[in-house]
């Protein structure tokens, strides 16, 4: 009887864990592009739970990203935002 108990047990949790919801980004909390520094938009997203890739657009790989600024973000899903990156030229 125990057995068949504590199998139950383990059946039901996972089961619970297996159909619940993933943690997903909210998209109304996208920031606005540009309103930011690029460093802290990708921040941002990133603590919302979305993998962010970056598109750069022009300017140097070498500048840092809190030099740069962000021109569009798009989120195509929950779980990807994908954002372009416009950065000058290293000095």
């Not at 909210?26 to 997203?45: K, N, Q, R, Y």
């Not at 993998?51 to 569009?72: E, F, I, K, R």
Request: charged share 10%; proline share 10%.
């Amino acid at each position: 009887m125990r057995l068949i108990a504590g199998s139950l047990v383990a059946a039901t949790a996972v089961a619970a864990f297996a159909l619940a919801p993933t943690a997903a980004a909210d998209p109304s909390t996208v920031p606005t592009p540009g309103s930011e520094p690029a460093a802290a938009t990708i921040e941002d997203l990133s603590k919302q739970g979305y993998n962010v890739d970056l598109n750069w657009l022009n300017g140097s790989y070498g500048v840092p990203l809190n030099q740069c600024s962000v021109t569009a973000i798009q989120t195509p899903d929950r779980h990807t935002a994908n954002v372009d990156v416009s950065c000058p030229p290293a000095a």
